[in-house]
């Protein structure tokens, strides 16, 4: 599992929207991954509410999802999104991280499908869920 965490961590670090937004890989294990990103006044979508854009939390969900495809226990290589579908179901609170949860719950041999939450700091009910497919790339 240190492999593959070293991995993700690099995937996640060779993205430089990922350095950007400042995210954090939390938690990776068995095709489960947990990335953070923080508040950060650079990505408001309203500036009247100070509410981080859709955008922003649209990628921290999709590099969540391709983390944990790569961490699945069929250990798949390389993984690029196929279809991404977002809800988002309530703002995220100003000034609170913003935590992403993604689950590879099943694989094929060229696609892996993916759900995910975001959770800010305060609420249990999400600010968005996520389904997704994603390539299967370089089984080892």
Do not use: W
Not at 2 to 17: C, G, N, T, W
Not at 108 to 123: G, K, L, N, P, Q
């Amino acid at each position: 599992m240190l492999d593959k965490l070293r991995m993700a961590e690099q995937f996640i670090a060779a993205l430089p929207y990922s350095a950007a937004l400042g995210m954090k890989l939390e938690e990776l294990n068995d095709g489960v991954s947990v990335i953070s990103m923080p508040y950060d006044e650079r990505f408001v979508g309203d500036p009247r509410t100070g509410v981080i854009h859709g955008g922003a939390v649209s990628a921290l969900m999709d590099t969540c999802c391709g983390a944990a495809v790569m961490s699945h226990r069929s250990n798949p290589g390389g993984t690029a999104t196929i279809d991404l579908r977002i809800e988002y179901l309530r703002i995220a609170k100003p000034g609170q991280r913003i935590t992403a949860r993604a689950e590879c719950y099943h694989v094929t041999r060229s696609v892996a499908f993916v759900r995910a939450t975001a959770h800010d700091e305060e609420d249990d009910n999400p600010v968005a869920t996520a389904t997704g497919s994603f390539t299967v790339e370089g089984r080892r």
